[in-house]
């Protein structure tokens, strides 16, 4: 069983950085992508950034692009989500996701709330 375990959210001002981690057991992820989804108040999840686990390669949403660096570590099992010059629209429950390669996110953690004041 997958289990993703994140941490690392908080308050902050307009400007400032956060680091997310997501916690990741119960598989070999060889084969997964990982990645970061938010949901602000009264609107839809929505995708922020990926990577494949086996070598490294990231995508970005292009509101968080040049902003957020999403990167992993093998060895502690953990998936970070850097997050710098943070804006009040960042605001928002953020939830770590894995998916098997060519599959949907399938796994998803309990979620961590940002909030960003202006």
């Known amino acids: 069983q997958v289990q993703l375990v994140e941490s690392g959210g908080g308050s902050v001002q307009a400007g400032g950085s956060l680091r997310l981690s997501c916690a990741a057991s119960g598989r070999t992820f060889s084969n997964y992508l990982m990645g970061w989804f938010r949901q602000a108040p009264g609107k839809e999840r929505e995708f922020v950034a990926r990577?494949?686990?086996?070598?490294?390669?990231?995508f970005y949403a292009d509101s968080v692009k040049d902003r957020f660096t999403i990167s992993r570590d093998k060895d502690k099992n953990t998936v970070y989500l850097q997050m710098n010059n943070l804006k009040p629209e960042d605001t928002a429950v953020y939830y770590c996701v894995a998916a098997e390669r060519g599959g949907s996110w399938k796994y998803w953690g309990q979620g961590t709330q940002v909030t960003v004041s202006s």
């Open positions: 990577i494949s686990w086996s070598v490294g390669a990231t």
